[in-house]
């Protein structure tokens, strides 16, 4: 058989951690607090609205920038939920967030083009720079606060720098930037003429009262900023694949262009029935009282259980520390084996760390976005396999 030349990029690649975990899960029929995703069903409302549109409404092409009426809602969603005046015209609609994120990388980095990245990250970012041209350029977080440090930051950028691609509140950490960082942040893109580009998607999932402020609404930032957003992580309907990029309208333009040579266009009955979904604030007010909840019910259980969690205002997830809780191996060995000898999917931090030595090989990720009894087993399931280490 001839040996095919692909693109290194990926044939390279091993398995992303989510997919890995999640399959292990599945194997051996464990608890899965590794990928992030409810196990109930999205709300009845948001369903029967979908339903109801693909019985009624056009299942052709919709328009590539997504229809007009989840576009207005995304508008009128941001400006009552984070004082952002906004126009359909800003608004791309995407399959999913993780197609807007690709769009917007495509749309600003060129070859040769350095962009920042802040570690852990989601593991696409530094892929899909790489796939562009571009070459990722890693700013190491460190716990427990995950700081954004100026000094850092600063030493990172050279003549090269294009963007920095943010991701508030930050997954897999939980965290969320202070007002001090994003101003400082702010600041650093203006002197440094450099693209913002604003994973969002948790921007509705935080907890302890904290409201979400955008990158975007920073001084000197609306003509410079791409601030994407999910329904599936307000609506824990991850299935779904809606998201958009929102930016100046010119900005928006070019996102645009970018977005129809990947997907195109996004299912006009899921577009529809999202629309109505951020037009009803009930909707999402239920969702987060319903995670809290179960976020109390998974930091409240592991802290009593002996574990040490790390301090989580955002996402769907919590973080252990395993040296804190007792535990003598590292995240990727007990992640390995707390799967196949407790029953308990989670994913290691390390494996979402790139850009040299001295990042967090002890941090364990879990999801609490669960059933509260499924948590309650999985945190009883851990704390008798770790008697037995």
């Not at 070859?111 to 593991?123: C, K, M, N, Q, R």
């Not at 977005?259 to 109505?276: D, R, S, V």
Request: glycine share 8%; charged share 20%.
């Amino acid at each position: 058989m001839t040996h095919l030349q692909l693109n290194p990029i990926y044939a390279e690649m091993p398995v992303t951690v989510f997919e890995h975990m999640s399959g292990l899960a599945r194997s051996f029929g464990a608890i899965n607090l590794g990928q992030g995703f409810p196990d109930t069903p999205p709300p009845a409302a948001l369903t029967a609205a979908a339903v109801r549109a693909m019985e009624t409404r056009s299942q052709q092409y919709p328009p590539s920038m997504g229809v007009p009426e989840l576009r207005d809602a995304v508008a009128a969603f941001y400006r009552r939920e984070q004082g952002l005046d906004l126009t359909r015209e800003q608004i791309v609609v995407t399959s999913g967030a993780t197609e807007a994120i690709a769009a917007a990388i495509l749309a600003v980095v060129g070859t040769g083009d350095e962009v920042l990245l802040f570690s852990p990250a989601y593991d696409a970012y530094a892929p899909l720079v790489r796939r562009a041209g571009g070459v990722p350029v890693f700013v190491p977080l460190a716990p427990p606060a995950w700081g954004y440090d100026d000094a850092a930051i600063r030493a990172a950028i050279t003549p090269r720098t294009r963007a920095l691609i943010l991701n508030d509140p930050l997954n897999p950490t939980g965290s969320v930037a202070s007002a001090e960082e994003l101003a400082l942040l702010a600041r650093i893109a203006c002197e440094h003429d450099l693209v913002a580009i604003c994973d969002e998607v948790w921007e509705a999932v935080r907890f302890d009262g904290l409201s979400h402020r955008s990158l975007l609404a920073e001084p000197g930032m609306a003509e410079r900023t791409i601030k994407i957003g999910s329904a599936g992580k307000i609506f824990g309907a991850t299935g779904w694949k809606v998201g958009w990029m929102v930016g100046d309208a010119a900005l928006a333009t070019v996102l645009g262009k970018a977005h129809q040579f990947l997907t195109f266009t996004t299912p006009p009955m899921l577009q529809w029935g999202a629309a109505e979904g951020l037009a009803d604030p009930a909707i999402t007010r239920a969702l987060h009282a319903e995670w809290s909840a179960s976020r109390r019910v998974l930091i409240d259980g592991l802290a009593a259980a002996g574990f040490k969690v790390l301090e989580s205002t955002a996402t769907w997830f919590a973080c252990i520390d395993l040296p804190a809780s007792g535990i003598a191996l590292d995240d990727r060995t007990f992640s390995e084996r707390a799967v196949r000898e407790a029953g308990v999917a989670s994913i290691p931090l390390s494996a979402l760390w790139e850009g040299g030595e001295g990042g967090p090989s002890t941090i364990l990720r879990l999801c609490h976005c669960k059933p509260p009894a499924m948590l309650e087993d999985a945190v009883a399931r851990l704390s008798r396999w770790r008697e037995s280490l």
